[in-house]
């Protein structure tokens, strides 16, 4: 049963409630809790293969939206089609306002090498904004092992930016758990995860890593740019 909408002055005693607690509670307390108002977003890197996993499991049914940026690895479009005859899901995709010919039309060719924080919100944040209208509820795979900013993640957050609440059910899942589950269960993911990307994003912003560097390095190397904007409130 569909309760009444939350606030973010629900949010420190829900993430407090949920602390320490399997993802799948989480996920089928969300399903009771927001119904058809709540969105999975795909970034077809291992968290999002174990998410879809997990939801294959649980009475939740989430929106599921990709973000097509139109410079997205071949690997990840691989990663969407074994996921989606695996597990039946349907994905709706959200393309940018403009195409790459268009933007750099508008914006001058590869804004990325330019401006990345532009690029990132022409072609990620902008068809976020468009993808959570409407909804009450965003489930990422945000883990906090994944980089410094994110050491302080919790399993449930309010989204200023939005006006909606973060679902975050791997927050404390380290790569050994993501790891795990995959081969446990033999879930589809993402080639390019054994090709020393620990996390992917778009071609000409993403590399491998280096042995003892953060797992984010390989984004943006060179800059201070450390996420794309989906999870900041920050836009241009």
Same mark, same amino acid.
């Given at each position: ?107 001058? %060719?590869?804004?990325?090498?330019? !401006? /990345?924080?532009?690029?990132?919100? &022409? +072609? ?6 468009? $993808? @959570? ?35 975050? %059910?791997?927050?404390?899942?380290? !790569? /050994?758990?993501?790891?795990?589950? &995959? +081969? ?6 993402? $080639? @390019? ?44």
């Amino acid at each position: 049963m569909i309760t009444r909408t939350l606030g973010p002055d629900d949010v420190p005693a829900l993430a407090a409630r949920f602390e320490g607690e399997a993802p799948d509670e989480l996920l089928r307390w969300a399903g009771e809790q927001f119904g058809e108002r709540i969105v999975l977003t795909c970034s077809w890197q291992r968290t999002t293969s174990v998410l879809v996993d997990i939801l294959s499991r649980v009475p939740t049914t989430p929106r599921v939206v990709e973000i097509d940026t139109g410079l997205l690895f071949d690997e990840s479009h691989a990663t969407r089609r074994a996921l989606i005859a695996r597990y039946g899901i349907e994905v709706e995709t959200i393309m940018p306002g403009m195409d790459l010919a268009e933007q750099a039309a508008a914006e001058g %060719p590869e804004l990325w090498s330019r !401006d /990345a924080v532009r690029c990132c919100f &022409l +072609r990620k944040v902008e068809p976020l904004q468009r $993808a @959570l209208g409407g909804m009450d509820a965003w489930v990422t795979g945000i883990r906090r092992d994944q980089s410094v900013s994110r050491a302080n993640a919790r399993p449930i957050e309010w989204d200023p930016a939005h006006g909606v609440i973060k679902i975050q %059910p791997l927050v404390a899942f380290s !790569d /050994a758990d993501v790891e795990a589950h &995959l +081969r446990e269960h033999d879930v589809p993911y993402n $080639a @390019l995860h054994d090709q020393g990307y620990p996390s992917i994003g778009c071609v000409p912003c993403t590399r491998p890593v280096l042995p003892g560097e953060d797992a984010r390095s390989g984004r943006w190397s060179g800059s201070t740019k450390t996420e794309c904007g989906l999870h900041t409130t920050s836009v241009r």
